[in-house]
Structure formats: C-alpha cells, structure tokens
C-alpha cells in the first residue's frame, strides 16, 4: 500500500490521524482541507459559508483528485461530506480507503467551540443528521471502520493492524 485515505464525519480525527502515521511510515500527510484553502485562499469552512454547499462539494471534489494525483506515498485526510459527491466516492472505492468514526458525544466534545458550518444550529441534532445521510455511503467507500474514540497512540495501533491485516 502505498496511500492510505481516511474518510469520515467530522471530529473523528481524521486530520490528527493522517499526520502521525504519515509521522509513523515516514511518508507525506495531505488533508484535502488544506488544498481546497490554498486554491480558494480561504478556509474550507469560510468557503463552504460563503460559496455554499454545491461549489464547496465540486472544489471538494477537485481538492480530492488533485491529492490524488499528486501523492503517490502518503496518508490522505478527506473532508468529512467527502462522500457526499458521486464522483468522489467512485474515485475513492478505487483506492486504500479507511473509515474513521466514534460516537456522536465524542465527536461533539472534540469539536467544542470550532466553527462547523454544517453543525452551526443544534450540533448534536445536525451531527445526527449527517451521520444518518452519509453513513452508508462511509460503508460503500471504505475497507474498514476503525473507532477513534481512544487516545490517538491506541488509533494509530488500531489502523496499523487493520491496514496489515487487509494487505496479507
């Protein structure tokens, strides 16, 4: 395996993960966050406020397939409606994917004050919501589902032996 891409709702560690295995493997951590602000030169959650969800999803979509093509060695952290666009959960059935997901108390205790545009009003119901609408699509993309409600040291072991179990 030579890229690992991590999918999930947000909260569940997906950023935190993807840069200490890439720590771990001594390859290249990529967020697609990131490559969407660089391009947009602004926040992802700004630009998703801004410019709202349909061009957020389609910039999404392209922040996706530029860190495909670009990172050959590395540990990919996806934006968490990722899975929301067609396109992007067929680009993603095709590659190393992982889904990382923990309980909605927990997700909501990570995030605190962090702005989400999606869970501005009544997070626990909106994050509820989400997990309802994207849930199967996780399932269709991944080979995995890892909990992340531990200490990232007892993740990072979870995901190690998960990849080397699918990869005998």
């Known amino acids: 395996m030579s890229r690992l891409i991590l999918v999930g709702l947000p909260g569940t560690g997906k950023t935190t993960v993807a840069r200490a295995l890439a720590s771990l493997w001594h390859c290249e951590a990529v967020d697609t966050d990131d490559i969407l602000a660089t391009t947009t030169g602004v926040a992802a959650a700004q630009y998703l406020r801004e410019?709202?969800?349909?061009?957020?999803?389609?910039?999404?979509?392209?922040?996706?397939?530029?860190?495909?093509?670009e990172a050959t060695d590395a540990v990919i952290?996806?934006?968490?409606?990722?899975?929301?666009?067609?396109?992007?959960?067929?680009?993603l059935a095709h590659e190393f994917t992982l889904w990382l997901d923990c309980d909605d108390e927990v997700i909501l205790a990570r995030l605190g004050d962090v702005e989400r545009p999606l869970l501005a009003e009544r997070p626990a119901e909106a994050l509820a919501k989400l997990r309802r609408d994207r849930v199967e699509w996780y399932r269709e993309v991944s080979r995995s589902r890892i909990d992340t409600s531990a200490?990232?040291?007892e993740v990072i072991a979870r995901v190690t032996r998960e990849v080397g179990r699918l990869t005998r």
């Not at 410019?51 to 093509?69: N, V």
């Open 151 to 153: 200490s990232l040291d």
């Open 77 to 91: 952290a996806t934006g968490g409606g990722i899975v929301c666009s067609p396109d992007a959960r067929e680009d």
């Open 51 to 69: 410019a709202g969800e349909i061009d957020f999803r389609s910039r999404e979509l392209e922040s996706l397939r530029a860190a495909l093509d």
